[in-house]
């Protein structure tokens, strides 16, 4: 594992995927003690900042654009996160959250990307699409002023063993739309456990993912995870799961597209003639967990 200056968005590599939606077939737990609402002050004083990371002019225009699909203000309240802590953000993809929790984290928190290391991947057409996606992403934001960027750090794991920070150093994990890809290569139930160590006890995990209607094999290919799949996954690393939000759902994604996930936007894998037709969709169906690690 490698620490390194942030220094570049990770270009639209890592994930191609897209969405949000629907609600969950069962009731929510309730939240817990280990799960602390702010105080209203530094609520307010977390959301008002929030708002105005979201408006900075740094953001991509069509990174913004999404805001209406991926609901970042509404997610990231969800999962409890503010301005002090630090928060490992899970293979970034193109860098649409990186625009907003780096510096929104910069002055009292840490930001840190966990991107996978080139030197663990076996065939070389891996280790260069990882290479590539890790130098964009430095390069990129050496070019950004300190006061978005500066304080931000990347972590290189090896996905068959991951690591991501010291254990017990971080007060949050966040992963967005990552399950599919972790069980179609096997490492799904090392990551989760991963994550268990990196966080300090009473740390909160956040997972958006595709959301499917029913339990699907591992290798399906869609990109689509059954809810309680991805319980199972993290409950099974000693995770509790404390609250489940429909702020993703999409009703709308009737999920039997030709190309899975990505016939929708903002991948849009399809004929020309039925751009009309996703285009109403939108973005896919996400379900939005927050687990937590008991103290």
Known sequence: MKRTLLAALLPALLVACAAENEAPATAAPAATAETPTPAPDAAMDSAAELDRVLAG?????????RDRYRHPKETLSFFGITPDMTVVEITPGGGWYTEILAPYLRGAGTYVAAVVDPASQEEERSRDYYARARDGL??????EPTEVYGGATLVEYDPAAPRFGEDGSADAVLTFRNVHNWMGNG????????????LKPGGVLGVVEHRADRELPADDGSGYVAEQTVIALAEGAGFRLVDRSDVNANRDDTKDHPNGVWTLPPSNNHDEADADKYAAIGESDRMTLRFVKPE
């Open 138 to 143: 430095r390069e990129r934001l050496g070019g």
């Open 187 to 198: 490492t799904a139930e090392g990551m989760f456990r991963g994550f268990f160590e990196v």
């Open 57 to 65: 002019d740094w953001r991509t225009p069509e990174f913004a654009a």
